[in-house]
Nanobody, 119 residues
């Protein structure tokens, strides 16, 4: 796997917005899909959203209509636009990239960025 670099987390009030970014190195090669996971305090890591090579997307029901995942292929970067944030969105958010290395599908991760939604 390779190192993914995340940014954009922080503290925001309920109803506010944040935009997370995740960049993979240019040497990563062919990407299958990228996504965002989150792990709330005392909870397991779960999938929030992913975007495939054909630009189709999946979202967890808890974020549909509020979060938007997108990517900028030339920069090997994926974004998560988070609107109408709720306290339940508080978690560490992890970027994931599934990509091909020597003919095998490889799973790389970012180190996590904290998102806190609180009054």
């Amino acid at each position: 796997q390779v190192q993914l670099v995340e940014s954009g987390g922080g503290l925001v009030q309920p109803g506010g917005s944040l935009r997370l970014s995740c960049a993979a190195p240019g040497s990563i090669g062919s990407i299958s899909d990228m996504g965002w996971y989150r792990q709330a305090p005392g909870k397991q890591r779960v999938l929030v959203a992913k975007i495939r090579n054909d630009d189709t997307t999946d979202y967890d029901d808890s974020v549909k209509g509020r979060f938007t995942i997108s990517r900028e292929n030339a920069k090997n970067t994926v974004y998560l636009q988070m609107d109408s944030l709720k306290p339940e969105d508080t978690a560490v958010y992890y970027c994931n990239c599934n990509h091909w290395v020597r003919g095998w599908l490889t799973h790389s991760w970012g180190q996590g960025t904290q998102v806190t939604v609180s009054s």
